[in-house]
């Protein structure tokens, strides 16, 4: 609602919103099974490391806001920083777990009589772990 009234240029009018069919039926004819499969089995994986992270996040925030009540800004900074080292130790190594480790994460999820699932799975798994350095 605020933008509605607040940042007019920012509200969406029903003639900008373009459905594309053309670009629907592309996705649908490289979309196979096994990927449908592999996605789902990914985002299993992806909630347990995205979860982590955002709880870490959170629980810094909480500390933050208790510090700036007190107005205690030098421990604001100590806080945002040990926030910072957590969020990084723990996305590299989980990056580096699943690297090692992807293969066997998806043959965990989804057997190892789905062969072609489980490959398409390690190829998406390897790439999101790229961004699990970068949470929410």
Not at 28 to 55: C, E, K, M
Not at 82 to 106: D, T
Request: overall charge neutral.
């Amino acid at each position: 609602m605020y933008i509605r009234f607040k940042i007019p240029f920012l509200k969406f009018k029903l003639i900008e919103c373009v459905f594309d069919w053309d670009l629907l039926c592309i996705i649908l004819g490289y979309t196979s099974v096994a990927a449908i499969a592999a996605f789902n089995a990914v985002t299993r994986i992806d909630d347990f490391v995205i979860i982590v992270q955002q709880n870490i996040g959170r629980g810094i925030t909480g500390f933050m806001a208790q510090n700036k009540g007190k107005g205690n800004f030098i421990s604001i900074r100590k806080v945002f920083l040990v926030g910072v080292k957590l969020e990084v130790i723990y996305s590299l190594v989980l990056m580096g777990l699943i690297f090692v480790f992807a293969e066997e994460l998806m043959i965990l999820f989804m057997g190892r009589g789905e062969l072609q699932v489980v490959e398409a799975g390690v190829q998406y798994l390897i790439l999101m772990a790229f961004l699990y350095y970068f949470p929410d």
